[in-house]
Each structure stands twice: as C-alpha cells, then as structure tokens.
Antibody, heavy 119, light 108 residues
C-alpha cells in the first residue's frame, strides 16, 4: 500500500523559496501515476498546486505557475515542490498526493506539513 | 475554469439522521469527473466518491453520490459519530483542478 510523507522546513522567510519533499514508500514512483501537491491555509479550503509524472511531465495551477517548480527523483522514490517568492498568503498545510494516470482524483495522501511564512 | 460552490456551509444534524450535501459547478463537469472527500481535524482528506457516484475502496455504503452536469449531491444515509467532519467536492475534468469551499457536518 502506497504511503506518502512530506518533509521540509516548517518556517520560511518572506520572499524566500519554499522547498518540500514527498517520500513515497510501498510503491514505485515510476508507476503509471501522477504525483501532486495540494495546500490548505489554516481554517480554509483546499487548493491544487500541481502534479508531476515520473518522466518529468508537469501540470501546474495557472494561478501559481510562475512560482512553482516540481521535480521527481526516481532513484530516491520521491518528488519535490519549490514555490518561490513566498508571502504570508502561502502559509498553509501542504499535502502530497497520488492520482492514477487519466481522469482520476487523488486517492492517497500524505499527512501534510505546516509551513509558516515569517521573518 | 470550473468553480464549485458547496451548500450549505454548515449542516447541524444528530447521529442517525440523513445528511444531504450539495455541490454546484459553474459549468458542466464532463463525464461526471466529480469526487467527494471527507476531512477530519488534523487529518488529510480521504477520498469517498469518484465519478460522481462510485464509492472508493473501503467506504461504507451509507455514503452515496449522485448527480450529473452541474449539480451533484453527497448523501450520508444515517450519520455515525465518526461522520462529523468537513466534506469537499472536487472536479478533475480539466485544469485547474478545483475544490469546493466545503460543508461542515456538525453534531446538533
């Protein structure tokens, strides 16, 4: 059974780059799936950030596209998120998740990691 | 971009009662690519329903989804204590993927 675990700094300074990694276990990241990120500001709803295929193909939310970069490391069975020029509005719980190739919802999620933006 | 509007914002019910949650899309969701998630405090969302009406693996049959086009419904036939949570709909028919604002089902 696939398990996902986010990791990364819990505190990021304004204007810096947020960097998170999602380690995948019990499942190969090179399978026919897409690996994504979703965030949730405290007390608010869910926002899709984007997803990546093991080959490196990506889809990003247009509202964040200019600041988002995703990458995958098949040797470590993990994928990563970078969000540049962060501000207070980027403070959120960040979840990594998996969806099957094609039109499918996210069916497996990490537990989430809280990122605070403050100097 | 498809915008999803969920109603009501909060539903106050007692255990054993029936819950009916609505999700309305700003334009038709092709092939009913509409999912429902449950989220409890401090936890990640959990997939309940996909394709508007198919239950995900391990989901009890008291959860059911219906609807098509722009109007979708999640029904919980008899609320169990563990069902009090926030529920989100999501369309995955096109980019950007979008979520509704959520409906909180609370104990009356």
């Amino acid at each position: 059974q696939v398990q996902l675990q986010e990791s990364g700094p819990g505190l990021v300074k304004p204007s810096d780059t947020l960097s998170l990694t999602c380690a995948v276990s019990g499942y190969s990241i090179s399978s026919n799936d897409w690996w994504g990120w979703v965030r949730q500001p405290p007390g608010k709803g869910l926002e899709w950030i984007g997803y990546i295929y093991y080959s490196g193909s990506t889809y990003y939310n247009p509202s964040l596209q200019s600041r988002v970069t995703m990458s995958v490391d098949t040797s470590k069975n993990q994928f990563s998120l970078k969000l540049s020029s962060v501000t207070a509005v980027d403070a959120a719980v960040y979840y990594c998740a998996r969806k099957s190739d094609g039109y499918h919802p996210f069916d497996s999620w990490g537990q989430g990691t809280l990122v605070t933006v403050s100097s | 971009e498809i915008v999803l509007t969920q109603s009501p914002g909060t539903l106050s019910l007692s255990p054993g009662e029936r819950a009916t949650l609505s999700c309305r899309a700003s334009q038709s969701v092709s092939s009913n690519y509409l999912a429902w998630y449950q989220q409890k405090p401090g936890q990640a969302p959990r997939l309940l329903i996909y394709g508007a009406s198919s239950r995900a693996s391990g989901i009890p049959d008291r959860f059911s989804g219906s609807g098509s086009g722009t109007d979708f419904t999640l029904t919980i036939s008899r609320l169990e204590p563990e069902d009090f949570a926030v529920y989100y709909c999501q369309q995955y028919a096109g980019s950007p993927l979008g979520f509704g604002g959520g409906t909180k089902v609370e104990i009356k």
